[in-house]
């Protein structure tokens, strides 16, 4: 069931997705596949996600959480963390997606995670930037833009060095958004042309 619900996520068929996730959960539970558990809930927290049903994605993040906690995978801890994060940046409550990110940031690096370290401070950066776009007072607007400037200059540093060209295309999309949001246009722009021109190429090469 899980590879099935993998396939039919891959081609964005997420209904169906969804039920051979749920269908794989229900056998994991029976026989007591923690790990499998993890990553079973986690699939379908993010296809809930996908569907715009956050309460029920929250539900399944959440219980990942709980199991990865039971078992000590830090790993799975950190993405979970991070999966609860998404869900509070997708109803709009920044300040508990970025304690969530930045938490989940703090495992990553404990743990060595570093394939998935830069996708935190890319997560970080862009939250701060949302942040920024609702502030009421210069002085905090403009100290939450630097700070996201800071998170994505290390996003894209290393999305780079591990040659990751989809992490370095976000990363300009963020930095061109938080240099907008700051109303450094030149430096907007700059990063604009960079991810238009990435995106436009790795649309070419697929």
Not at 60 to 74: I, M, N, P
Not at 137 to 154: R, T, Y
């Amino acid at each position: 069931y899980l590879n099935i619900g993998n396939i039919h996520g891959m081609q964005e068929n997420h209904t169906e997705a969804l039920n051979n996730y749920l269908a794989a959960l229900k056998i994991q539970h029976e026989i007591g596949a923690k790990y499998d558990i993890i990553g079973s809930e986690i699939n379908i927290g993010n296809t809930y996600i996908i569907k715009g049903n956050y309460d029920h994605a929250l539900k399944y993040y959440t219980d990942a959480l709980s199991v990865s906690e039971e078992t000590g995978d830090k790993w799975h801890i950190a993405q979970s963390v991070f999966n609860v994060g998404r869900y509070y940046e997708h109803i709009g409550n920044y300040d508990e997606a970025l304690r969530n990110y930045q938490r989940s940031l703090s495992i990553r690096k404990e743990i060595g995670a570093t394939g998935v370290i830069n996708e935190s401070y890319l997560f970080i950066g862009n939250v701060l930037t949302k942040q920024a776009r609702i502030e009421k007072f210069d002085a905090g607007k403009i100290q939450k833009c630097n700070e996201a400037i800071q998170n994505l200059d290390k996003s894209l540093l290393m999305a780079k060095e591990i040659g990751e060209p989809y992490d370095v295309m976000e990363s300009y999309k963020g930095l061109a958004d938080v240099y907008k949001e700051r109303n450094d246009y030149m430096q907007a722009i700059k990063y604009n042309n960079l991810y238009v021109a990435l995106k436009d190429s790795l649309l070419n090469n697929d």
